[in-house]
């Protein structure tokens, strides 16, 4: 009965002192299950009933001692058993109002005696003692029960066979009629969380406002809308009318999903349905029940649109990140407190999950189980082991200290071990705080019925386990042919323990294993959770170790996969430091490569491959700043600069991204300057690869922070081809690259007077509409270089550059708005512009305000 | 011992054979008369490699373990079926064993792995050739479920024309798709540290069998 007491009872939340069991139903019930257990137990198992227990159970109670007839002892104060064990102890020991028991015999009289007040001495008993059975069947037994539950009938069978003790039978029989007690406490108690499931105002606003959260146009949103059809909220949180109301109806909302009519819903205490909608004329719902009743809002729309429930697990990422973010905010105490829990919590639903209880209506359950949740981690383990002692010596004055330390070592015992849970779960989330951009782990609560994919995936990780190579193989390719890219099929393979055994193989020296564990790695760790896997179990020193091997295939395979993985910062310090930077950098030497002998095998690749998928692996790393430096260190700018040469795009577009990421750096800068990187840059930029004109775009707005770099780009003819791209306007994050190269490249003169005759002037004018903040940001910086000059002005008051750059001082993006007053006040020297300007001399005046606070 | 011979031997080898050049083709040579042993009777009797010296190289050398699928690579090595392997024998074989292409080998390992050689790996040939790759689990109640699983799973895999059999169109087009499935039922050609070793330890130590 120990599961059903921490797990479903409802203690009183946290705080000092004895917990108590709150007056709820559910407490209810279990005490009384527990009552008629003890009770019967005298003619059930009558044999069992005379067993002493290891330890009495005691408690303060209530009874007194002139309640107790023949069979007892009774003086004025104390109470003692006729009934006593092998040394003459008395099974029964009252010294008002202590009571001590030690054996279900006596309980079961205690009880009979206390007749109407047995509820409460029943809850006295279990609040006093905690870990009954610790008490009664001593140390040991207690331990089987609490580590090993599932085995643990098994386990104490196995016992049995070796003891040969008499009395360990009958603990044995004992062990497990309150393991069956156990069990029926549970599915009891799950009975009445189920029974209660019902729906009430606060959680349905809260499953709407979340809802609109994740509502609006766009792709990834889970829908169009959802909106109230009333305005008004009742004072209980209803916005049903009265009448209504009375129906258990709490309020009506018209939800848009993306693939579906608009759809009217009810939701009312029963749960939520579809009703018959709303009529046109008079905005009346038609309040009649036209489908199935769901248990709440989210089950419905995932029936009914499958781009919600796609969606929606997405959506369920992005909000625990932003939870995360609250988290990672400077007054943690409590939101600390808060993730542990939230952490705790989603660790529970785990163990819920893999123990396979039964799931139906998780989320309520879950939330009916918070309060023992509370009870195993918001205290501080130490700190509760301490108060508690303190508190209850306080409470019984020190009578107890006697017993004490009899008592004690089970309750510590308990305890420390949920203090190292406690602190299991404090280290986690505290090593996950380091690491802003990671969401933190999150289950697939919300479809209860795994997918099939999901058992599918188990038998094979069993087979990959179990299997030689030759089964290994098999399972690999078979996994292979799951959609990797989907979630479902990503979180199976961890929650089914494959990711270990995917890195296991890694560590093998069978080449096949290697290929296909990589290649699957490689698809999964385009999943956030599965890199942060990944790292927390050590993957990447394994990769790494395989950039050693002789086969160029699984060089790359395992070269892209750390390109994968390595996207958050833990991921490029565990690189960084186990030597990979170096190693990455080594296979950028393709020429290296090349003069070995090519010698046909079934597993290799080529060369440039090879060093594609290093630079792909560098880029994904480089940024970081020290693993910027060490790219540098060891060596890998030169290497970049050769690979630069080649005219394979694929090649190109990471190196040029590895490149552009590093040109942040100063030193970067001028070693690109030194190497002619810029020249390759610039020929690049007229390659058919849209992608790779970005990343060259990017790499020279970069550089051209240099003058020698602007002038090299200008002697290079880079201008014209950065002009021609901007009237591609479709492709707006290359557009922003290159508006971005062609202002930092305009801040030379010799580069404005190229840029005009080029017409880039006239193309920046004509971007100042309709784009994207980022390229506006870039496209008026350039336009106030420009302006500079006298000829550039004109230019721009022809083209009517001057009203769009006005209407522009109402953004409210802070760079913008720089750029923005710095075109308007290089425009504003000409005269002819000025007076157009006066015309807008409101606007103007925001100029003015707008240049005093910069 | 006919140098002579031994060169001829060695020259019309190097012509049929497309992987090994003249040096390495007189390498193997050596090293099999060497494996042989018995240089006086070479000249009159059908010398050759019995199946208990073979087994053993592919034991010794290239680590198999695999009995069935050891027998089934002498097989083919043993072109004409004589129980024997011949010095031309060993030198093709080993070409494909060593330096086959894709689709040489791809021939070879469906040979091997068409136990009855009908042209076809039957559901029953692949159960044969898988049921010792699994742990077995005593608590299943079937142990063999776990292998039949893993038959169905191939099967689902590479039987593209659904025959319940895999023919060599049908073993070829998921090689080609899935290169790993090419020694799907069990290692038959060397694996790359072996092969890599053998190699290094025939060819570059050409004085080490001159005795011969």
């Known amino acids: 009965?120990?599961?059903?007491?921490?797990?479903?009872?409802?203690?009183?939340?946290?705080?000092?002192?004895?917990?108590?069991?709150?007056?709820?139903?559910?407490?209810?019930?279990?005490?009384?299950?527990?009552?008629?257990?003890?009770?019967?137990?005298?003619?059930?198992?009558?044999?069992?009933?005379?067993?002493?227990?290891?330890?009495?159970?005691?408690?303060?109670?209530?009874?007194?001692?002139?309640?107790?007839?023949?069979?007892?002892?009774?003086?004025?104060?104390?109470?003692?058993?006729?009934?006593?064990?092998?040394?003459?102890?008395?099974?029964?020991?009252?010294?008002?109002?202590?009571?001590?028991?030690?054996?279900?015999?006596?309980?079961?009289?205690?009880?009979?005696?206390?007749?109407?007040?047995?509820?409460?001495?029943?809850?006295?008993?279990?609040?006093?003692?905690?870990?009954?059975?610790?008490?009664?069947?001593?140390?040991?037994?207690?331990?089987?029960?609490?580590?090993?539950?599932?085995?643990?009938?098994?386990?104490?069978?196995?016992?049995?066979?070796?003891?040969?003790?008499?009395?360990?039978?009958?603990?044995?029989?004992?062990?497990?009629?309150?393991?069956?007690?156990?069990?029926?406490?549970?599915?009891?108690?799950?009975?009445?969380?189920?029974?209660?499931?019902?729906?009430?105002?606060?959680?349905?606003k809260n499953d709407i406002e979340l809802l609109k959260r994740f509502s609006g146009k766009g792709e990834q949103t889970a829908l169009e809308s959802i909106e109230y059809t009333s305005d008004y909220e009742f004072s209980n949180g209803c916005r049903a009318p009265p009448w209504r109301q009375i129906q258990g109806e709490i309020c009506y909302v018209l939800v848009k999903p993306h693939d579906a009519e608009t759809l009217c819903i009810t939701c009312s205490k029963e749960g939520v349905f579809l009703n018959g909608g709303k009529t046109d004329d008079e905005g009346e719902i038609n309040y009649e029940r036209k489908g199935e009743i769901y248990k709440d809002l989210v089950t419905l729309?995932?029936?009914?649109?499958?781009?919600?429930?796609?969606?929606?697990?997405?959506?369920?990422?992005?909000?625990?990140?932003?939870?995360?973010?609250?988290?990672?905010?400077?007054?943690?105490?409590p939101e600390e407190e808060a993730a542990t829990l939230h952490k705790a919590s989603t660790a529970f639903r785990r163990s819920?999950?893999?123990?396979?209880?039964?799931?139906?209506?998780?989320?309520?359950?879950?939330?009916?189980?918070?309060?023992?949740?509370?009870?195993?981690?918001?205290?501080?383990?130490?700190?509760?082991?301490?108060?508690?002692?303190?508190?209850?010596?306080e409470k019984h004055g020190g009578r107890l200290e006697k017993s004490r330390p009899s008592t004690s070592p089970g309750r510590a015992q308990l305890i420390r071990k949920s203090a190292e849970k406690i602190e299991e779960i404090i280290s986690e989330s505290s090593s996950e705080s380091e690491e802003d951009e990671e969401p933190p782990d999150h289950l697939q609560e919300s479809n209860a019925d795994l997918p099939s994919e999901y058992?599918?995936?188990?038998?094979?990780?069993?087979?990959?386990?179990?299997?030689?190579?030759?089964?290994?193989?098999?399972?690999?390719?078979?996994?292979?042919?799951?959609?990797?890219?989907?979630?479902?099929?990503?979180?199976?393979?961890?929650?089914?323990?494959?990711?270990?055994?995917?890195?296991?193989?890694?560590?093998?020296?069978?080449?096949?294993?290697?290929?296909?564990?990589?290649?699957?790695?490689?698809?999964?760790?385009?999943?956030?959770?599965?890199?942060?896997?990944?790292?927390?179990?050590?993957?990447?020193?394994?990769?790494?170790?395989?950039?050693?091997?002789?086969?160029?295939s699984l060089k790359c395979l395992a070269a892209e996969t750390i390109a994968n993985v390595a996207k958050f910062k833990r991921a490029w310090r565990a690189v960084r430091r186990h030597g990979g930077i170096t190693k990455l950098v080594a296979l950028l030497d393709w020429r290296q490569h090349s003069t070995e002998a090519a010698r046909r095998s079934l597993y290799e690749a080529r060369d440039g491959e090879v060093a594609r998928c290093g630079a792909l692996a560098l880029w994904s790393c480089s940024k970081s700043y020290a693993n910027k430096e060490a790219i540098r260190r060891a060596g890998g700018i030169p290497l970049l600069a050769r690979l630069l040469k080649t005219s394979q795009e694929s090649t190109l577009i990471p190196v040029v991204g590895t490149l552009q990421e590093c040109a942040s750096q100063e030193n970067y800068r001028a070693a690109i300057k030194a190497e002619g990187i810029i020249e390759n840059l610039v020929k690049n930029l007229s390659s058919g690869n849209e992608h790779l004109q970005e990343c060259c775009a990017m790499a020279i707005c970069q550089c051209a922070e240099d003058e020698e770099t602007r002038d090299l780009v200008r002697?290079?003819?880079?201008?014209?081809?950065?002009?021609?791209?901007?009237?591609?306007?479709?492709?707006?994050?290359?557009?922003?690259?290159?508006?971005?190269?062609?202002?930092?490249?305009?801040?030379?003169?010799?580069?404005?007077?190229?840029?005009?005759?080029?017409?880039?002037?006239?193309?920046?004018?004509?971007?100042?509409?309709?784009?994207?903040?980022?390229?506006?940001?870039?496209?008026?910086?350039?336009?106030?270089?420009?302006?500079?000059?006298?000829?550039?002005?004109?230019?721009?008051?022809?083209?009517?550059?001057?009203?769009?750059?006005?209407?522009?001082?109402?953004?409210?993006?802070?760079?913008?708005?720089?750029?923005?007053?710095?075109?308007?006040?290089?425009?504003?020297?000409?005269?002819?512009?000025?007076?157009?300007l006066e015309r807008w001399f409101v606007p103007l005046l925001v100029v003015w305000s707008l240049l005093s606070i910069y | 011992m006919n140098r002579k011979k031994l060169q001829k031997l060695t020259d019309s080898l190097t012509k049929n054979c497309k992987h090994f050049n003249k040096f390495e083709v007189k390498c193997l040579l050596n090293l099999f008369y060497n494996l042989v042993g018995d240089v006086t009777e070479w000249q009159s009797v059908v010398v050759g490699l019995d199946r208990n010296a073979f087994r053993n190289i592919l034991h010794v050398t290239f680590g198999m373990t695999d009995d069935m699928i050891m027998d089934r690579v002498f097989r083919g090595f043993d072109k004409d079926n004589d129980g024997c392997i011949t010095v031309s024998e060993w030198v093709h074989g080993?070409?494909?064993?060593?330096?086959?292409?894709?689709?040489?080998?791809?021939?070879?390992?469906?040979?091997?792995?068409?136990?009855?050689?009908?042209?076809?790996?039957?559901?029953?040939?692949?159960?044969?050739?898988?049921?010792?790759?699994?742990?077995?689990?005593?608590?299943?109640?079937?142990?063999?479920?776990?292998?039949?699983?893993?038959?169905?799973?191939?099967?689902?895999?590479?039987?593209?024309?659904?025959?319940?059999?895999?023919?060599?169109?049908?073993?070829?087009?998921?090689?080609?798709?899935?290169?790993?499935?090419?020694?799907?039922?069990?290692?038959?050609l060397p694996d790359p540290k072996s092969q890599k070793e053998f190699e290094a330890q025939v060819f570059k130590d050409p004085n080490e069998f001159n005795e011969v």
């Open chain 1, 352 to 393: 819920a999950l893999e123990k396979k209880q039964v799931s139906l209506g998780r989320s309520q359950m879950t939330k009916r189980l918070e309060p023992s949740l509370n009870w195993k981690t918001t205290v501080d383990a130490r700190e509760n082991k301490s108060s508690l002692r303190d508190t209850q010596e």
């Open chain 1, 715 to 836: 002697l290079r003819g880079g201008l014209k081809p950065l002009a021609s791209l901007l009237s591609n306007t479709d492709n707006k994050q290359r557009l922003a690259a290159v508006t971005g190269a062609i202002w930092k490249c305009s801040i030379s003169k010799e580069n404005v007077t190229k840029l005009r005759e080029y017409k880039a002037i006239e193309a920046l004018v004509g971007l100042l509409t309709d784009q994207p903040e980022e390229v506006l940001v870039n496209a008026v910086g350039a336009l106030g270089e420009c302006c500079r000059e006298p000829e550039g002005r004109v230019t721009v008051r022809k083209r009517g550059g001057v009203q769009p750059l006005v209407d522009l001082l109402v953004s409210t993006n802070r760079a913008l708005l720089v750029n923005v007053t710095k075109a308007v006040g290089a425009c504003a020297v000409e005269p002819e512009s000025m007076m157009m």
């Open chain 2, 94 to 188: 080993l070409s494909v064993f060593l330096r086959g292409t894709l689709e040489e080998k791809m021939k070879y390992c469906f040979d091997v792995f068409d136990l009855n050689g009908d042209g076809f790996v039957s559901k029953e040939e692949i159960f044969h050739m898988l049921k010792n790759s699994l742990l077995k689990q005593p608590s299943e109640e079937d142990p063999d479920e776990g292998v039949k699983d893993l038959v169905e799973i191939t099967l689902k895999k590479m039987d593209h024309d659904h025959d319940g059999k895999l023919s060599f169109a049908d073993y070829e087009q998921a090689v080609r798709e899935e290169t790993l499935l090419l020694e799907a039922f069990g290692p038959c």
């Open chain 1, 301 to 333: 729309l995932r029936e009914k649109s499958a781009i919600f429930s796609e969606n929606m697990s997405q959506q369920e990422v992005r909000f625990n990140e932003e939870q995360q973010k609250e988290k990672d905010q400077p007054n943690e105490a």
């Open chain 1, 1 to 204: 009965m120990g599961a059903a007491l921490t797990r479903s009872a409802q203690w009183t939340a946290a705080g000092h002192g004895a917990r108590a069991l709150e007056t709820t139903p559910l407490n209810e019930a279990i005490l009384k299950e527990i009552i008629v257990f003890v009770e019967s137990s005298i003619y059930k198992h009558p044999q069992e009933a005379n067993y002493v227990f290891v330890e009495p159970l005691e408690w303060k109670t209530n009874l007194d001692p002139s309640a107790f007839g023949s069979g007892y002892v009774v003086s004025e104060t104390t109470v003692k058993s006729e009934e006593a064990d092998k040394n003459g102890q008395p099974l029964l020991f009252l010294s008002v109002p202590q009571i001590k028991i030690r054996s279900f015999g006596q309980l079961s009289r205690v009880l009979y005696i206390a007749k109407n007040t047995k509820l409460k001495e029943a809850q006295a008993c279990i609040e006093a003692n905690r870990n009954p059975i610790a008490k009664i069947l001593g140390l040991d037994y207690n331990m089987i029960n609490e580590i090993n539950e599932d085995s643990s009938v098994l386990t104490i069978l196995d016992k049995i066979t070796k003891d040969d003790d008499p009395e360990s039978e009958i603990k044995m029989k004992i062990a497990l009629l309150l393991k069956q007690l156990d069990l029926h406490l549970l599915n009891r108690s799950l009975k009445n969380i189920s029974l209660e499931i019902r729906l009430n105002p606060g959680t349905v």
């Open chain 1, 455 to 552: 058992w599918q995936i188990q038998k094979l990780v069993k087979y990959l386990k179990g299997g030689n190579q030759t089964a290994t193989a098999i399972a690999l390719c078979s996994m292979k042919d799951f959609n990797l890219a989907q979630e479902t099929c990503q979180l199976a393979i961890r929650d089914v323990g494959g990711l270990e055994v995917l890195i296991n193989l890694l560590e093998t020296d069978e080449v096949k294993c290697q290929i296909g564990s990589l290649k699957i790695l490689k698809e999964i760790s385009h999943n956030p959770q599965i890199r942060r896997h990944i790292v927390d179990l050590g993957g990447l020193p394994a990769m790494l170790n395989i950039l050693d091997s002789p086969h160029k």
